[in-house]
């Protein structure tokens, strides 16, 4: 035995955890607290140190609509097992009575229906994702608030034993799952904290928050309120059964505009893999990104109004310039802004690409960083491309 004195780094992560830690980043903006959360308890399972017989991780999202609370967890699905459809989501607005939990479980033998109700967290279910090198299950209980207490009590035996019995006594192991759970306690008295009454001035903190700088006091302040106030909703066998009680925190300016890029990288790859129509590519100025911020920023509703502003100010113009047959496979579309109609406007700038310029043009969206890829940068491939092309005829 040959005696060491080394010293050991337990901040390092292996590299399947580290590799989840870099896709979530790439697809979550602005949380960072709660998807360290996720690669720790994902560290602990790779490595067998999570606790026998109970779920791999019990987690609690607080706070407002829009922070990116479901986003994450269909995120890490969709970076573990490839399908963010992986997770299972159960809409607790569905069960605010107690015989209502007969959906989750089914019916007991004997019952009227019986036979013809499916349980929802059958085992089946849970395991119908499982991988050779990833066997895992994601649960979601969406806004768990608004559940009855029914299936508050329901999920304690979950939460703890990982074990669930269904109404004809078979049981459900939940010991490899992920449970998350997600709730809006608490978004008011963070948007009180963040956005005071002062009347029609700017707080000093309000502007910090819409510029992402919130010191570390205003951030603690506004964690303890989403804590606090889940601790007067739920019981205190329920909290403590809970591994992690992350806030997501309100959505700044800074927040929105990365948000605003990843939805225009995914808004180019739908497109490209649609199968209703043939592939085109489209490229947004500085000035029309701007416009879209303005349009879609509301402290209130977070990154919901964005998209929604996306939908409504590009997408669909955009389906009619399909429709109309304005813009065909090959197209390249230059949307920008004009300042005296206070409105966007699309303009075929090349056509007849080749599929590969296309392919890596949307690759390169998708990928970019927000306000990395501008409208000559876009433009770029399809002149060398038309050049290639026109070299073998010469």
Known sequence: MVRLNKKLDPTQTGQDAEKLSVDLH????GQDQAIDQIVNVYQMYLAGMNSPGRPVGNFLFLGPTGSGKTRLVEATAESLVGDARAMIKIDCAEFQHSHEIAKLIGSPPGYLGHRETHPLLSQEVLNQYDTEKIKL???????IEKASDALWNLLLGI??????????????????????????LGASEMGSILRPNLGFATSEIEARHRAGQLDEATTDKVSRA??????????PEFMNRIDKVVVFKPLGQTELKKILGLELGILQTRIFNSSMTTPFVFSVTESAKDYLLREGTDMKYGARHLKRAIDRELVHPMSNLIATQQVRGGDLVKVDFDEEDNHLTFAKEAEDMPAY???????????????IMTANAVAEPPRVAARQRRTPAA
């Open 357 to 371: 310029a296309m392919m890596q043009m949307a690759e390169a969206t998708a990928n970019s960083q927000p306000g």
């Open 226 to 235: 989403g804590v606090e106030a889940a601790r007067r909703k739920f019981t």
């Open 137 to 143: 299950s994601f649960v979601l209980f969406d806004e």
């Open 26 to 29: 790439k697809r979550i903006v």
């Open 159 to 184: 939460l703890d034993k990982a074990t669930l019995t269904l109404g004809d006594n078979r049981r459900v192991d939940f010991s490899h799952a992920l449970i998350f759970m997600t709730s809006n």
